[in-house]
């Protein structure tokens, strides 16, 4: 009913950028929280960025300053912008937001995308 699909991933030298998207989609009633995780290689998923239905922002200290999340309510679809990538961002990223859908607009889920690979080479 509800699917997010992530896309805009790649390989990339470090110091270079990167525009991730994660676009929303079915019977959708509302989105609120949007959120962006990563997950590299033998480390635990965590969280990188989050923006509210309301626009506020939180990141993660690792990538403040050099990540921007937003998002677009009218096209359902939120973005991480990654500047400045390092190694160390090397990770699989993944969309997660909590969704009403319009056949039951009383009830929040979360879902997630599949995921999009992101490495950046030294």
């Known amino acids: 009913q509800v699917q997010l699909v992530e896309s805009g991933g790649g390989l990339v030298q470090a110091g270079g950028s990167l525009r991730l998207s994660c676009a929303a989609s079915g019977r959708i009633f509302s989105i609120n929280d949007i959120a962006w995780y990563r997950q590299a290689p033998g480390k635990q998923r965590e969280l990188v960025a989050r923006?509210?239905?309301?626009?506020?922002?939180n990141y993660a200290d690792s990538v403040k300053g050099r990540f921007t999340i937003s998002r677009d309510n009218a096209k359902n679809t939120a973005y991480l912008q990654m500047n400045s990538l390092k190694p160390e961002d090397t990770a699989v990223y993944y969309c997660?937001?909590?969704?009403?859908?319009?056949?039951?607009?009383?009830?929040?889920?979360?879902?997630w995308g599949q995921g999009t690979q992101v490495t950046v080479s030294s």
């Open positions: 997660s937001a909590d969704i009403r859908s319009t056949v039951a607009p009383g009830i929040t889920k979360n879902y």
């Open positions: 923006v509210t239905s309301s626009g506020s922002r």
